[in-house]
């Protein structure tokens, strides 16, 4: 079996992770990366910033630089690390995650094995949750990424690929959906994506209480994916629909009552007042009932259940707006940004010798 050449982009804020992520993919065997940049996401700083640990590498540190993309989100990171390279496959990891030891090795097989319609190949994510008690609403968020498709917390793709499709979306300013934006313009050229047999271990990161408020700016970006793809986009992702449509209800319930409450009209202030309590204390029910149960998450997931409903609603109806004349990436960007190779030139380079 031959064996493909590929490079790694890692994007990175600077967080305490990335030196775990580095070791790991130094320390896994086979073959090694023909070089390995990290993308430093950052915004221009007004005091010095401490620099990335590229020394984590070990060995593979002459393989290494780092770029910096000017804190312009993870999709224009990634973009600028993948046009600094030049092998024949980029794979894209995430900062915070740690590759198996048998990673290299595994990864080298994914690529040689893909056939020529093959666009990309994931790893598969595997997210370690506590023993000896139930995961709280953070962590079973997180382990979603285990059944999450084409995610780039591990993913490769062909780099003529890339330049094909233009690579990712920077009008995703975080991480969320990006990954689904491109996979989905990739299937829709023509390309094939399929799962490999590496695995990639994704430990949940400390968040706060009221990390889950934080989140829901994402519905911003699921109305950009609406105006691109189309409503059937969910399904052709396999990405979970979530409670948006719930959201607005109870939303709208609470937004009545309020309303015909001022207005003198209490009789009917009451039903709505009492459908928003209903809605609420079910959606508290599904978050608290699967989790720890402890006083700090209960406490938690009843103020964000109250908080979460109009805050989703809000930022999709943001995101509406916002993206409301929103085009797919070819007429979006200037041509002097993106190099467009046809599909099938690409397709008739064949698998990576």
């Not at 000017?70 to 915070?96: C, E, K, Q, S, T």
């Amino acid at each position: 079996m031959s064996t493909a050449e590929y490079a790694v982009v890692i994007p990175t804020v600077g967080r305490a992770c990335l030196a775990d992520c580095l070791a790991a993919l130094a320390r896994s065997v086979g073959p090694p990366p023909r070089e390995v940049v990290v993308v430093d996401d950052r915004p221009g700083a007004r005091r010095p910033r401490p620099p990335l640990p590229l020394e984590a590498l070990g060995e593979l540190r002459t393989h290494a630089r780092s770029v910096t993309s000017g804190g312009r989100g993870p999709a224009a990171a990634r973009n600028a690390g993948w046009r600094a390279v030049d092998a024949p496959w980029v794979v894209f990891l995430d900062d915070d995650v740690q590759v198996s030891p048998a990673w290299r090795e595994e990864l080298v097989c994914d690529l040689a094995c893909a056939a020529p319609d093959v666009g990309g190949v994931q790893g598969v994510i595997e997210v370690p949750l506590p023993a000896g008690r139930r995961p709280t609403d953070w962590e079973r968020n997180t382990a979603g990424l285990a059944d999450a498709r084409w995610a780039t917390a591990d993913m490769a793709y062909r780099r003529s690929v890339l330049v094909a499709v233009g690579g990712f979306d920077e009008r995703f300013p975080r991480a969320f959906r990006e990954d689904a934006d491109l996979a989905l313009r990739v299937m829709g050229a023509g390309w094939h994506l399929q799962t490999g047999t590496r695995t990639t271990r994704h430990p949940v990161r400390t968040a706060g209480r009221w990390v889950s408020l934080r989140t829901q700016a994402g519905n911003a970006d699921d109305a950009l994916m609406v105006r691109l793809h189309g409503r059937g986009w969910w399904e052709r992702a396999g990405a979970p629909r979530g409670r948006l449509r719930a959201h607005a209800v109870v939303t709208a319930a609470g937004a009545a009552a309020a309303v015909l409450a001022v207005t003198g009209h209490r009789r009917a202030g009451a039903g709505a007042a009492l459908g928003w309590a209903l809605g609420t204390a079910g959606f508290a029910r599904a978050r608290i009932a699967p989790g720890p149960r402890t006083a700090a998450e209960v406490a938690a997931m009843l103020a964000t259940s109250v908080a979460i409903p109009p805050l989703a609603v809000w930022h999709r109806v943001r995101g509406t707006w916002r993206h409301r004349a929103a085009r797919p990436l070819p007429d979006a960007f200037a041509p002097s940004r993106v190099v467009a190779v046809p599909v099938r030139s690409a397709l008739r380079e064949g698998p990576v010798p």
